[in-house]
């Protein structure tokens, strides 16, 4: 069902995006992908994950300070956990992470002016987070091994920071800090390099 929701907000959003992003006919709805290194924490885990992950960003400005944006994302390339004296290992994922977020973004020019730069910006983010956490564990006994999945939903206020560089070509590159889950028993975050292209 969550999926089918997710679906939905991510077709959906070209159509809202076009009706807050065009405001006084300049290019304020964007898409983005970002690059990121998450960090993981949960109670079932030992040790501290930090998978490698992408995000989609889908984004529209209503004025040239407030507007919203749907992410959604995965970071399949999850760590490998051996237990000691045994064969058995555990992998860990961040199965997907989705969000919808208002946003607040603050323009600004630097003293002095740089070639193709339309303008610098900083970013604030708040909403609502959807992660899913996967767990393959194997368990080996003499040459027999079996695998068991669990995949767990998690569902938090979501929060983040971050700085960008719009050009006058359209296209821009962003620098996040993210809070996806910030609550016992998970806490996910992330450091985001993005790729924006406005329209």
């Not at 907000?9 to 709805?29: K, N």
């Not at 960090?39 to 930090?50: A, C, G, L, P, R």
Request: aromatic content about 14%; hydrophobic content about 40%; glycine content about 12%.
């Amino acid at each position: 069902m969550r999926y089918w929701m997710l679906l939905g907000l991510l077709f959906s959003a070209p159509l809202w995006a076009d009706t807050v992003a065009h405001y006084q006919d300049q290019r304020y709805g964007y898409i983005a992908g970002n690059l990121g290194h998450f960090t993981v924490e949960e109670d079932k885990i030992d040790d501290t994950m930090t998978p490698t992950g992408v995000n989609l960003r889908l984004g529209g400005m209503m004025d040239p300070n407030w507007g919203v944006e749907l992410r959604v994302g995965a970071a399949p390339s999850g760590d490998t956990f051996r237990t000691e004296g045994t064969a058995d290992k555990v992998d860990y994922s961040l199965d997907h992470v989705g969000a919808l977020l208002g946003t607040f973004r603050l323009p600004f020019k630097l003293p002095v002016a740089l070639p193709m730069v339309d303008s610098l910006y900083a970013q604030a983010f708040a909403g609502g987070a959807a992660v899913r956490v996967k767990t393959d564990t194997v368990t080996c006994q003499g040459a027999q091994c079996s695998n068991e999945v669990s995949r767990r939903d998690y569902f938090s206020f979501a929060f983040g920071a971050g700085v960008g560089i719009r050009t006058e070509f359209n296209l821009g590159l962003s620098l996040q800090y993210m809070q996806y889950t910030y609550e016992d028993p998970v806490t996910v975050k992330a450091i985001e390099g993005g790729l924006e292209w406005y329209f």
